[in-house]
């Protein structure tokens, strides 16, 4: 597998910069929570969303819709101190911008502000593109995200696959939406290969994939799920690129045997009465 980092570019990229990606070299996104995880992804990828799976997989909630402005802020801000080049978008968490545009923009201007995002996400198609709009027309960059919505786990009826057979148009209808309100790129979730690939072709904006094919523009994961670090379950679309979950287990199960037998710490990491201070 190839380790060679992205080129580093003067500037941080722009959402402008990856919608004029459109059709051209895959736009590579993954999530990150933190700042040492954002230094990594920063020197690979060209997006890091700060998600709202950050409740899930750094919280332990049960969904994500327990997440808050407040939380997407504290991760945002500690995802931008570690990015020199990638863009960054954070996630409109759930009840944050439904109520109607002005609601949204309120959330939005305050996660952009106290963040450095240079755009955000949120969920929903048809319904939300009036909002989207809304946002686009006073200066806030949209990544829309449609077919499998996870905020609205509930309505869908839990985490299916989106777009098969007559729901195609459903899911069709909100891609165009979005796209026609002025988001700079969408997220397809969990939509079938046909669609996702008729949706690439005929959208102006760029696709970006997680569990929709490699027909996309780009592709998203969560960082936790591709370093096998979230094993609570498994999507069938992640790959597991590590298993650094088993290897902190490995690495805890040993320092916790080490010092019930005495081994830690040893010689090395104690301190005389004299000599070095560190
Ligand atoms: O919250 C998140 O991490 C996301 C990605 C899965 C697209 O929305």
Same mark, same amino acid.
């Given at each position: 597998m190839s380790a060679t980092p992205a080129p580093a570019p003067a500037r941080r990229l722009m959402p402008s910069d990856l919608a004029a990606r459109k059709g051209g070299d895959p736009i590579v996104c993954l999530t990150a929570y933190t700042t040492p995880v954002a230094r990594i992804a920063d020197r690979h990828c060209d997006l890091v969303l700060v998600g709202d799976s950050v409740g899930m997989v750094l919280h332990g909630l049960p969904s994500t819709l327990g997440v808050s402005v407040e939380m997407m802020v504290m991760h945002g801000a500690?995802?931008?101190?570690?990015?020199?080049?990638?863009?960054?978008?954070?996630?409109?968490?759930?009840?944050?911008?439904?109520?109607?545009?002005?609601?949204? $923009?309120?959330?939005?201007?305050?996660?952009?502000?106290?963040?450095?995002?240079?755009?955000?996400?949120?969920?929903?198609?048809?319904?939300?593109?009036?909002?989207?709009? $809304?946002?686009?027309?006073?200066?806030?960059?949209?990544?829309?995200?449609?077919?499998?919505?996870?905020?609205?786990?509930?309505?869908?009826?839990?985490?299916?696959?989106?777009?098969?057979?007559?729901?195609?148009?459903?899911?069709?209808?909100? &891609?165009?939406?979005?796209?026609?309100?002025?988001?700079? &790129?969408?997220?397809?979730?969990?939509?079938?290969?046909?669609?996702?690939? &008729?949706?690439?072709?005929e959208l102006a904006i760029p696709t970006i994939g997680i569990g929709a094919s490699a027909a996309c523009d780009g592709q998203v994961l969560v960082i936790d799920d591709m370093l096998g670090m979230f094993t609570d379950f498994r999507p069938r679309f992640v790959r597991r690129y590590a298993e650094l979950g088993a290897a902190a287990e490995e690495a805890v199960a040993a320092y916790a045997a080490d010092v019930r037998a005495r081994r830690f710490p040893a010689a090395e990491h104690v301190f005389a009465e004299t000599g070095g201070a560190r």
């Open positions: 500690a995802v931008n101190r570690g990015l020199d080049r990638a863009l960054m978008v954070v996630d409109m968490p759930f009840g944050s911008y439904e109520a109607g545009p002005e609601q949204a $923009f309120a959330a939005a201007a305050r996660i952009m502000r106290e963040t450095g995002a240079g755009a955000v996400k949120l969920e929903g198609g048809v319904a939300m593109a009036p909002t989207i709009a $809304f946002l686009v027309a006073r200066g806030i960059p949209v990544m829309a995200h449609v077919g499998l919505t996870p905020q609205a786990v509930n309505t869908l009826g839990g985490y299916r696959v989106q777009g098969r057979g007559a729901d195609a148009d459903r899911v069709r209808a909100d &891609a165009r939406a979005v796209a026609e309100a002025g988001a700079f &790129a969408v997220v397809l979730e969990k939509v079938s290969e046909p669609l996702a690939a &008729a949706l690439t072709a």
